[in-house]
C-alpha cells in the first residue's frame, strides 16, 4: 500500500508546482494611473486658432544718431551750399511667408485645455493663454526691430497673446474608445521681410533751405520667426 501511495504524493506535487508557476492576471489600469505611451494615438495634425494681426505699408522715420551733425559742402553754381543730415526712414514693401516656411517650429507652451468623453462634449474650465514674441533671426538695430515687430504683430514689441475661450464646444466621437484630450500651444512661422532705408537731407544756403535731398541706401532682407497660436487633441485608447 505505501508503494501505491507514492505515484499520488508525487502527482500533487507536481500539480501543486505547476500552478505556481502560472503567470498571474495583470491588473487593469484604473483611476488617475499615468497611461502608456502605446493608450494613446498619434497627436492630430494642428490647427491655427490665432495670429497676430500686423501692419502692411509701414514705413517709420528716425533719427540716426551716427549720421547726425555730420554737415557737408556742395559745391554748385549758385555757390557753396550746406547738406545736412535730417533723418532717415525705414520702408517694408513686401513681406511674405514662404511655401515651406510655416511650422519651423519649436512648438512651445503645450497647454491642456480639456477633454471630451467619447461621444460627448465639453468645454474649457478656465480661459488658457499662450503669449510669444516675434524672433529676429539676426542682429537689428533698434528702429529695424520695432519695424519688423510692427509689420508682423502690430506690437513694437512683437508681442503675441492668444486666449482660448470658455465659449468653445469641444467634442470627442464615438470613434473614439475612451477620450480626446485638447491642447493648445505655440508654433512659429519663417517670415521673410524686405526693407528699404532712405536717408534724407536737407540742403541749405546759409540759414535757408533750399531744397531735400533723398538717398537709397538700399535693400535688405529680414527674417524673422511669427508666432501663431494652435490647437490639437490626442485620442486615448483605455
Known sequence: MAHNRIPAILAASFAALTLAASPVATAP??????????????????????????????????????????????LTPQG????????????VPYKVIEDGNDNVGPREQDS?????????????????????????????????????????????????????SKAKVYSASESVLNHRDYYGAIQYDLGTTVVN?????HVYSGDRILYTASYDRGQQTVYA??????????????
Open 112 to 164: 491642456f485645455l480639456c477633454s471630451a468623453p467619447r461621444g460627448g462634449t465639453t468645454t474649457i474650465v478656465n480661459p488658457v493663454e499662450v503669449r510669444a514674441n516675434v524672433q529676429i533671426q539676426s542682429n537689428v538695430g533698434t528702429e529695424l526691430k520695432k519695424l519688423i515687430n510692427l509689420v508682423w504683430t502690430g506690437q513694437t514689441n512683437g508681442s503675441f497673446k492668444h486666449t482660448y
Open 29 to 74: 489600469n484604473l483611476g488617475n494611473t499615468p497611461v502608456s505611451s502605446e493608450q494613446v494615438a498619434t497627436p492630430t495634425v494642428p490647427v491655427i486658432v490665432g495670429k497676430p494681426q500686423g501692419q502692411n505699408n509701414l514705413t517709420i522715420t528716425f533719427v540716426d544718431q551716427a549720421l547726425k551733425g555730420n554737415d557737408s559742402t556742395l
Open 197 to 201: 532705408r532712405t536717408d534724407v537731407y
Open 80 to 91: 557753396n551750399l550746406t547738406q545736412r543730415y535730417a533723418y532717415s526712414t525705414y520702408s
Open 225 to 238: 520667426k511669427i508666432p501663431k497660436a494652435v490647437e490639437y487633441a490626442r485620442d486615448f485608447y483605455l
